[in-house]
């Protein structure tokens, strides 16, 4: 008893069920993936499933086409975003938490749902689904993700440092662009991770949005995992994304450790 007592003091006794859960629900499936990957649908190993992948324009130009859309919506939702978090960040902005709530507030509704009231709008203005749609609802989906980082860091930003540079004599566009803006950068690296990467591997906005016309490379995986026969191509392709999202994300985790120790240029 004493020895169960002991063990249940300890801090580090506490991580115990965050650390199964990691493996059971993080780790577990990344290793089935990397496993099914470079299997056949006999269980033998092959390479197969990325050499099909290679020799398939279709899956090449989606993927393409993924990434293009990702790139567009995250400039999006920079161009919305950054003007939007600026402004909230204003201490001069008397009603700032009101209005940070308000556009943090669709964060809590689940994706899918915000998506349908978005088919649901374009049903009742008559404008048709498609490509334009898919831009709108992404950029609808996933702007309070590209507030709320920036928002955050430019609210960290040290006054002290806007005063000083008002005092040696710059007007309010040099304070902004030698001050705010290398400083807000950590915020808007965040921001394009929460929205690059998710965007991407989307499957189910798309489908809603263009009624299945234009497919993401993340319905091509979708459709493959799905079938038991492709199972193990789906995979290679899961593969494939999550080497590509840990790569951006290694870069980008370094470009701003580098932004962030920048200050003033």
Known sequence: MNKFIKFISRRSSWSIPYVIFLLLFVVLPLI???????????????????????????????????????????????????????????????RSKTMVLLFILPMWVNILIRTLATVSLFDITGIPLGEGALLFGLTYDFLPFMIYPIYNTMMKIDKNLIEAAQDLGANQMRVFLKVILPLSMPGVVSGIMMVFLPTISTFAISELLTMNDIRLFGSIIQENIMLSDTMNYGAALSLIMLLIIGITSFFSGDDEGEVSHGGII
Not at 32 to 55: C, H, P, R, S
């Open 32 to 94: 089935l993936i990397g496993v099914y990957a470079f299997m056949d649908y006999g269980g033998n190993f092959t390479v197969a499933n990325f050499v099909k992948f290679i020799e398939q324009p279709e899956a090449i130009k989606t993927f393409v086409y993924s990434v293009a859309i990702a790139i567009i919506t995250t400039f999006l939702c920079i161009l919305l975003g950054y003007p939007a978090a600026y402004i909230l960040s204003n201490r001069e902005f008397n």
